[in-house]
């Protein structure tokens, strides 16, 4: 079992900057085969994928609105995937959540991945 706590959201002005932190908590993390996202959900509507990065590559795939804003990355030695988002739009606004899943092929589908997080929220004001 594995568990993943969201922190880091808020409220920030149009243009703002947030960084938000993904904690992985679990024995059976696999570095070599798991793969970390972060999807978000506005009110009334789907949750998106917004990014991703396989662990052991490193490899890093964007939603195409987010793609030079938002920056994901990883530690190692600490399990955590953040988040960087950096010029903020009212869009940008949802609950955001971290996820995991083992041999993810599709890296934007939700159903890929078997743990989530609490999700944590970003509110962007214009």
């Known amino acids: 079992q594995l568990r993943l706590v969201e922190s880091g959201g808020g409220l920030v002005q149009v243009g703002g900057s947030l960084r938000l932190n993904c904690e992985v908590f679990?024995?059976?993390?696999?570095?070599?085969?798991?793969?970390v996202g972060w999807f978000r959900q506005a009110p009334g509507k789907e949750r998106e994928f917004v990014a991703s990065?396989?662990?052991?590559?490193?490899?890093?795939a964007y939603e195409d609105s987010v793609k030079g804003r938002f920056t994901i990355s990883r530690d190692n030695a600490k399990l955590t995937a953040d988040l960087q988002m950096n010029s903020l739009k009212p869009e940008d606004t949802a609950t955001y959540f971290c996820?995991?899943?083992?041999?993810?092929?599709?890296?934007?589908?939700?159903?890929?991945?078997?743990?989530w997080g609490q999700g944590t929220q970003v509110t962007v004001s214009s």
């Open positions: 679990g024995r059976t993390f696999n570095r070599y085969r798991n793969t």
């Open positions: 996820a995991t899943g083992r041999n993810v092929i599709s890296t934007p589908v939700s159903a890929e991945y078997d743990y």
């Open positions: 990065i396989r662990w052991e590559s490193g490899t890093t």
